[in-house]
Antibody, heavy 115, light 109 residues
Framework: QVQLVESGGGVVQPGRSLRLSCAASGFTFSSYGMHWVRQAPGKGLEWVAVIGFDGSHIYYADSVKGRFTISRDNSKNTVFVQLNSLRVEDTAVYYC????????WGQGTLVTVSA | QSALTQPPSASGSPGQSVTISCTGTSSDVGGYDYVSWFQQLPGKAPKVMIYEVTKRPSGVPDRFSGSKSGNTASLTVSGLQAEDEADYYCSSYAGSNYVFGTGTKVTVL
């Protein structure tokens, strides 16, 4: 069955960086686009970024454009998101989800940005 | 990239039906047949209930159905059950990006 496992979250100071990973299994990873979605504590879902099946067609939410970078390694069935210049308002649970329609989600990894 | 508009709450008694709306614009909901609906239980990851407006993944009860008219999509839960109490979110493709709804808390009375 499809499994998505995020890792890399933690506590980080404002302005610092973090790299999140999402390991996929149970489907042909190289055939599907992948999303990152986040959810701030007690808030709704916010789409962050998407990457096409072959690493092309990369798009970002305006709120993270220029600070976050999505990438993937199809040889390792893993999608990444590099979080740079982190702000307090980036504090959230970060989920990866299988594209195009978010058919499957991981359990999420918590990123806390705090001084 | 404004969030899609959903009512904050909806409720119904067991066995009744509840319908949740998701209003966007012609640049998202109205422009593409790529609307999805998600159920989120407390402390859990979202789960897709409907995708591409009307399609139901295997394993999702047929009590859940989706539709769209113009810039508004809707999720209907028929024969409401206690386990349907959750937060529900819609999402739509918006031409190179995606947008989620504001979320609706469904309460089973």
């Amino acid at each position: 069955q499809v499994q998505l496992v995020e890792s890399g979250g933690g506590v980080v100071q404002p302005g610092r960086s973090l790299r999140l990973s999402c390991a996929a299994s149970g489907f042909t990873f190289s055939s599907y686009g992948m999303h990152w979605v986040r959810q701030a504590p007690g808030k709704g879902l916010e789409w962050v970024a998407v990457i096409g099946f072959d690493g092309s067609h990369i798009y970002y939410a305006d709120s993270v454009k220029g600070r976050f970078t999505i990438s993937r390694d199809n040889s390792k069935n893993t999608v990444f998101v590099q979080l740079n210049s982190l702000r307090v308002e980036d504090t959230a649970v970060y989920y990866c989800a299988k594209g195009p329609s978010f058919e499957h989600w991981g359990q999420g990894t918590l990123v806390t940005v705090s001084a | 990239q404004s969030a899609l508009t959903q009512p904050p709450s909806a409720s119904g008694s067991p066995g009744q039906s509840v319908t949740i709306s998701c209003t966007g614009t012609s640049s998202d909901v109205g422009g593409y047949d790529y609307v999805s609906w998600f159920q989120q239980l407390p402390g859990k990851a979202p789960k897709v209930m409907i995708y591409e407006v009307t399609k139901r993944p295997s394993g999702v009860p047929d009590r859940f159905s989706g539709s769209k008219s113009g810039n508004t999509a809707s999720l209907t839960v028929s024969g409401l059950q206690a386990e349907d109490e959750a937060d529900y979110y819609c999402s739509s493709y918006a031409g190179s990006n995606y947008v989620f709804g504001t979320g609706t808390k469904v309460t089973v009375l």
